[in-house]
């Protein structure tokens, strides 16, 4: 239960933000803040991870969100992994593995910015694709129980095993025909880890436009790693009951792919409200000070860098609100960052601290001058926003950009996994896998 404290702030919060976020308060929701990452870090089995992780019902750690928000990073992870098994660090090979995925997009998304969301390689096959997302799949209606079980999980829970994504993005690119963007941002939207890097990289590695081919699957392959969640009951006409040669050729021998009816957009968006605009009245007393701390959505830490090397400076955390009106999240996304709000400021109460909504740029800088300081602090990430809002602050202030913790040091241009986790294995690990060049499956 949620002090009336902090619940009567959540109330005013959603207030201001109407219009930045999709849908209302539902049951279940994640919790968000370093303390649950740190609580879920600590009760995370990756030894039996590593063994079932294709399928659905097995143990996952559910720290990509965490991750995301960085309210917990990827070193804590890799070193608390290690930790663990000290006499025999194979036991959490899969999982650190697998968390360089992580560490590889972002190396990706460092390398090409917002060209990230164009697509890096030309496709591996000749189909066009609209970008238009039917209805049906935006209503979760497909008539596919495995489809709208997927969409319902991402629309309700926030959540979607990656296996599921994977199988999801190949249906909306290579069955419905649409372009991998559109999928990309109905992700970002909904899932509580919807992250630039990662998501716009792994739609890439679906439509094959940063892998050597298309990925695809068939039924076999769902009801095998579902469990027969949907397939052992489906009566429908299914599009994947095909051997894989049979579906390379139906899905990639030239026909065009059937297109999607109607625009994402009637589905998802709700114009009810419009965003309220926030004054500097809205900041509150805080005290004059040389230097300002900008905690951004992807450092909702107490231990972040830039909060950690400046103890005594104000922080500021901005809403940005023209980026949430173009593409509002889901509730419980806005939810989880109110949460990591929340438990950022509880340990850290004093000095002040402070949340905007707005352009980043515009409050940040009028904060600035109303404090006058004269340094911005931030912590390092390659996402375009965090990137962008720093080189304008630069025209003003002198902008410190401080260093994350690195995972793994890869100097060239990421372009295969394979490569990357050749390299970088031994970083990780600590030593050399015997399985090196393993792909992701």
Known sequence: MMPNDLLARRTAWLDRLRGCYLGGPKPGTLPGGRTEALRRLQSFDAVAYGRTRNFLDAPVSRLSPYLRHGMVTAVEVRDHMKAEFPSDPTRTEEFLRQLAWRDFFEKVLAWHGRGLDEDLEEPKHAVARVTRIPLDVTNGQTGLPCMDGMLGELFDDGYLHNHARLWFAAYLCHFRGVRWQEGARLFRQYLYDGDHASNAASWQWVEGTFAAKPYFMNKQNIATFS??????????????????????????????????????????????????????????????????????????????????????????????????????????????????????????????????????????????????????????????????????????????????????????????????WEKVAPQVLGYRPKSAKRMHT
């Open 227 to 420: 469990g027969g969640r949907w397939c052992d009951t489906c009566r429908v006409k299914c599009p994947f009951d095909a051997d894989y040669p049979t579906l390379q050729h139906r899905l990639f021998a030239g026909s065009q792919a059937p297109l999607g009816a109607k625009s994402a957009e009637a589905g998802v968006r709700n114009e009810d409200h419009q965003p309220a605009s926030v004054t500097l009245d809205d900041i509150g007393p805080l005290p004059p000070a040389s230097d300002l701390v900008w905690v951004h959505d992807a450092a909702l830490s107490w231990n972040d860098p830039a909060l950690r090397a400046n103890p005594d400076a104000a922080a500021a955390f901005v809403f940005d609100e023209p980026a949430l009106s173009a593409e509002p999240w889901a509730y419980h996304r806005m939810a989880f960052v109110l949460d990591g709000l929340d438990d950022l400021i509880a340990h850290r109460p004093d000095p002040a601290m402070t949340t905007l909504v707005g352009d980043p740029v515009e409050r940040l800088t009028a904060l600035a001058r109303q404090l006058g300081a004269t340094a911005i602090h931030l912590s390092e990430h390659p996402n375009p926003g965090v990137v962008e809002t720093a080189e304008a602050l630069r025209t003003e202030f002198r902008v410190v950009v401080h260093p994350r913790p690195i995972f793994a040091d890869y100097p060239v241009e990421p372009t295969r996994f394979s490569r990357y």
